[in-house]
Every structure is written in C-alpha cells, then in structure tokens.
C-alpha cells in the first residue's frame, strides 16, 4: 500500500551521501530529537549509505564516551525502543565528537581537515550539512568562522559537490532582528543554502494534516465556519525547561513555541488548498493566513491574551521546582513558560 503523501504526489528519493555536522551537540535537543532522529531514519533504510556525523561542542570527549552518550539518549527518547544492538555496532562507527569553541578559527580548520578524512573513508564526496543547535546568538558567529575556514561553499557543478546550514528557531526575537540576521547570513551564504527548521513540522501528524484535510472530501466540505465554531490548539509538556535556563531566559515561550510552532500547526489548520504540493505554493497559502489575522487593539491584549510562570508543584506525583527555581534563570525572572490567547481569521473560510 502506498503512503498517504505518495499517494497525494510525494515520491521517495536518492539521499545525496553527505556528513551532517551538529553544533552544540552536548545540548538538550540533540539527546532528544536530532540523534533519535537519525538512528532513526538509519533503522528506517532512510540515511544515505555514504553518511557520517560529527559532533562540534566545547566540552572535553573522546569519540566513544559521546556515542555512549548518545546510545543512551536514544534508548530513552527514541519512538522504537529499545535499540538494536546489531544496527547500532555498526551507526556507531559513524558517529563522532570533535571539540572546538564557536569562536577558535584553529577548531574550524581542523575540522575541515577532520571531514576530508572522513570524505575519503565514507565517500561523501564533500557534501556538507551544518545543523546550528545552539543559541540563535551564535548562528552569525559561526557562518563566519565556516565560511572563513572554507567549510561552507557553493555548489560545485564540476565535482556536484556542497554545503548547506541549517537553522533551528528561534529566527531573531523581533521583526528587526531576524532582518539584521538574514543580512548577516547573505553575507556567508546565498539563500539556497539556508535551512530555516521548525521540528515541529517533522511530527508525523503534522505532516498528514495536509492529506488529512485535502485528500478527504468529507472533511474538505466542513472545514469550514458553517460547521465548526472554533478551533483549539494545545502544546502542552510535563516537564520543564531542564537545562535550558539560560536559552529560555533569552528566548521565552512566545519566541521559542508560539510564533513558530503554533504558528505553522495555525496555519496547516486553516490554509486553503495550495496549487501544487511544491514548498513555495505550500508557503504562499500559510502567508496568505498569517495576513488574515485580526491585529489585536491595546484593549484586546486585556481580554484575549494570558501570560504566566509555572511554580513549584507535582507532576505524576514527583515534586518538582518552579521555573524561578531552574538552573540559570534570574530568580525575578519575567519570562513566561505559559501563554494563552485567542485569535481571529478574516477570511471566507
């Protein structure tokens, strides 16, 4: 049987071989997503047989005690539990840390020396992937250092060869800001060469919402305002922000969940039907609901929107601290971990 998104005009495709590179990977979302993530789609026959992945962090490991790390991390935060030992023996081998500050030109270079090695003992052929898992603070810093070190290129069409970043979000914490730091990366990259991630887009059932709603003809005829009165959009998570003080302090949950994540579920929700299934269609009818959005007035900000800090209390019948509490917030912090707020679409639909 097909996949619903062949079935809708999505096809499977050749992976190009390549070397991810992760920076900040001693961090929280690679433990959790991003090496889940990959075992993953190793297990899944998804990873291009010439595939190898390196670790950039600034604390002091060899290449085995971050695998190990990284082999516990998957038991526990991976979808298929527990790992398979056979599969893994072999991942492993192409897994690897190397240790540099963001900011020593030295560590780029011996990257780049690093992953030629690697190049002529995987065959990725200097295809290059650099997934930016760190405080948006530093993407800037980092592009340069790259692209200063030679690591970052365009493409080669004589060896076919080349380089891409990508960005997780937040993307600036303001309008100004996300220019200041496109402007900043143009000068780094050209636009082909960003990837601008919101993981969230990568959940299964975020992906099917567009079958879901498109492919079915039920649905299609009352996905609409005569039939359904308004919709709820939940995030909610049982732990709290871990180790990940000092980015929450930065960031917040506007910044960090509701301008992006909630803002493509919103989307995917209410867009009309996009011409084809290319990305650009997709994104010009997800624009086109953003534009709708009622602007709020000041009075509207009394009735509509909620702000709020969580406390210390009990989840599953464990004691735990208040965000005040957590490891490196301001204990005056202002930062809210809970947002509410209601918003209204002006269109047909």
């Known amino acids: 049987m097909e996949h619903p998104l062949e079935e809708a005009g999505f096809s499977s495709r050749f992976?190009?071989?390549?070397?991810?590179?992760?920076?900040?990977?001693?961090?929280?979302?690679?433990?959790?997503?991003?090496?889940?993530?990959?075992?993953?789609?190793?297990?899944?026959?998804?990873?291009?047989?010439?595939?190898?992945?390196?670790?950039?962090?600034?604390?002091?490991?060899?290449?085995?005690?971050?695998?190990?790390?990284?082999?516990?991390?998957?038991?526990?935060?991976?979808?298929?539990?527990?790992?398979?030992?056979?599969?893994?023996?072999s991942f492993q081998e192409q897994i690897f840390y190397h240790k540099s500050e963001f900011h020593d030109e030295e560590g780029y270079q011996s990257l780049g020396t690093f992953l030629q090695e690697l190049d002529s003992q995987f065959g990725t052929k200097g295809n290059r992937v650099f997934y930016l898992s760190t405080q948006p603070s530093f993407f800037?810093?980092?592009?340069?250092?790259l692209h200063s070190s030679g690591n970052i290129y365009e493409s080669d069409k004589v060896t076919d060869k080349w380089s891409r970043v990508i960005i997780e979000k937040p993307f600036g914490h303001d309008l100004d800001s996300a220019h200041s730091l496109q402007n900043e990366l143009l000068q780094f990259l050209s636009e082909d060469q960003i990837y601008r991630i919101d993981h969230y887009l990568g959940k299964e059932t975020v992906q099917n919402l567009l079958v879901f709603r498109f492919a079915n003809s039920i649905f299609e005829s009352l996905w609409n305002n005569r039939y359904i009165d308004h919709v709820q959009i939940t995030v909610g998570e049982e732990i709290g922000i871990g180790t990940r003080g000092a980015f929450w302090e930065e960031a917040g949950l506007l910044r960090d969940i509701l301008q992006n994540h909630m803002m493509q579920l919103l989307s995917l929700v209410a867009m009309e039907p996009p011409v084809s299934l290319d990305a650009n269609a997709i994104r010009d009818e997800k624009v086109k609901v953003l534009k709708a959005l009622r602007p709020f007035t000041e009075e509207d900000f009394k009735h509509y929107i909620v702000r709020g800090q969580y406390g210390e209390g009990f989840v599953s019948g464990e004691k735990v601290k208040g965000y005040r509490e957590e490891d490196k917030v301001d204990p005056n912090s202002q930062v809210e971990t809970y947002l509410a707020l209601r918003l209204f679409i002006d269109n047909w639909r």
């Open 15 to 89: 992976t190009d071989p390549c070397i991810l590179v992760i920076f900040g990977a001693t961090g929280d979302l690679t433990a959790r997503k991003l090496f889940p993530a990959i075992y993953n789609l190793a297990r899944e026959g998804q990873l291009p047989s010439q595939f190898a992945v390196v670790a950039f962090a600034r604390r002091d490991k060899s290449h085995d005690e971050f695998r190990a790390e990284m082999k516990e991390a998957i038991n526990k935060h991976s979808r298929v539990k527990p790992i398979d030992e056979a599969l893994w023996k």
């Open 140 to 145: 800037p810093l980092i592009c340069e250092k």
